[in-house]
């Protein structure tokens, strides 16, 4: 099949009815929904799977065309035939998480109890609840022990989750980007975030579906506050300055002026277009919630112990939303675990976005892992084997 064949097939949908899923707030979902793309062959002894994570605003669709907005899926330079990760050689699982609002069960879908979308009823995840969803995919395929995880930012999240709490399924981990814990700052973006979403008059404490309202406004600036952090000062300098939008002069008034406010206001209002409210709510809380070190004790190093899962963890030096520091932070927790972790720490001054750009020295490090590993796990030509 063709590239773009393969790459402009809709995303599938699976039914979970007989494997309740008891999530971390005390509330079980007896049934549960996971919208999933998939890209590639599984080799007969099912060793070749590689499970890509997205991050928050993300969705199944990392490679070819997005069939649902027409745009290029979010990790095109990375994945597909002949790239990085080789959909010739690998089986790639992408799904969209638990409270997303790309097919899977979230804010949006109907309650079984017959009352509509569940909206505020739907109960609050963490990133544990999606990544024991995800297990339940992953045993859907048949698939014992998957070759790689990996993922950015969030993704990283659910990456270092399936590590953590899923271990012996996991041969190879990338998270890049990312952090074992929230910090306070990233909370404090969240929930400014979370507040223009509930302060929008559309928003109807969560009810807007049946109102056929949506809070536009109130996401737009939760995005456009989001999106600052995803970015550098160098980023933002470079591309934008202090020049002016479609003006030669300021105009002394509270119109966009600049190019910067422009480009934010586009990025919120285009957002909209294709992310739910409430899902945002949710999902943002789940990253808030996240700290694999409480869960152990406060010991991170313990999260990882006896650990055969080869890690590879990549941060940039621009990123202030998730800092080197944290990614240091957990590479000494994996070293003190006795884990087998490589590490780098590359230079670039785009900001947190920089993991879903073109970045040579990221696509390197992640070729040479990914090669290393394949070896390793003993993977052919014809499945992720080296063909240097």
């Known amino acids: 099949m063709s590239e773009n064949n393969a790459n402009q097939e809709p995303s599938e949908t699976v039914l979970f009815d007989s494997a309740a ?44 065309e997005n069939p649902l907005t027409g745009k290029p899926g979010w990790w095109t330079q990375i994945v597909g035939p002949g ?13 969209n998480v ?18 509509g979308p569940y909206g505020l009823n739907f109960p609050v995840i963490t990133i544990a609840d999606m990544v024991r969803a995800q297990n339940l995919l992953i045993d859907h395929f048949g698939i014992e022990s998957l070759f790689c995880v990996i993922g950015g930012s969030m993704g990283g999240m659910q990456v270092l989750e399936w590590a953590a709490a899923h271990g012996e399924r996991v041969f190879s981990a990338v998270p890049i980007a990312t952090s074992a814990r929230h910090s306070s700052q990233n909370i404090a973006f969240h929930e400014v975030g979370r507040q223009a979403i509930l302060a929008d008059p559309e928003w109807h404490s969560g009810a807007y579906y049946a109102q056929k309202a949506h809070p536009r406004k109130g996401l737009a600036v939760a995005r456009m506050a989001a999106h600052i952090t995803y970015l550098s000062e160098a980023a933002l300098q ?10 030669e002069s300021i ?13 934010l206001r586009h990025q919120g209002m285009s957002f909209v277009e294709r992310f739910d409210a409430n899902s945002y709510l949710y999902i943002t809380r789940a990253m808030d919630y996240f700290d694999i070190a409480a869960e152990n004790g406060g010991n991170l190093a313990a999260a990882f112990t006896n650990s055969a899962t080869r890690f590879c963890v990549m941060s940039f030096t621009s990123d202030w939303l998730f800092p080197t520091a944290e990614s240091v932070n957990l590479v000494r ?33 992640l ?20 063909d240097d």
């Not at 105009?251 to 480009?263: K, L, M, N, R, V």
């Not at 994996?334 to 073109?358: C, M, P, Q, R």
């Open 98 to 115: 638990l409270g997303g609002c790309g097919g899977s069960t979230g804010p949006q879908s109907d309650n079984p109890d017959g009352s």
């Open 83 to 95: 790239r990085i990760i080789d959909t010739d050689k690998y089986f790639v699982i992408c799904s």
């Open 251 to 263: 105009t002394y008034g509270f119109d966009a002026d600049f190019q910067i406010e422009s480009y």
């Open 333 to 365: 927790a994996l070293n003190a675990a006795g884990a087998n972790v490589s590490f780098v720490e590359i230079e670039s001054d785009k900001g947190h976005d920089a993991f879903l750009l073109d970045e040579p020295e990221m696509h390197a490090t």
């Open 21 to 64: 899923l008891k999530l971390d707030c005390g509330v079980t979902l007896d049934t549960l929904e996971l919208a999933y793309r998939t890209y590639g062959t599984l080799n007969d002894d099912k060793t070749n799977a590689i499970l890509i994570c997205h991050a928050l605003t993300g969705d199944q669709y990392p490679a070819g």
């Open 367 to 386: 070729n040479g892992f990914l090669k290393s590993a394949a070896k390793a796990r003993g993977l052919t030509n014809d499945a992720g084997g080296d």
């Open 238 to 247: 470079r591309k934008f300055g202090r020049n002016l939008q479609d003006r």
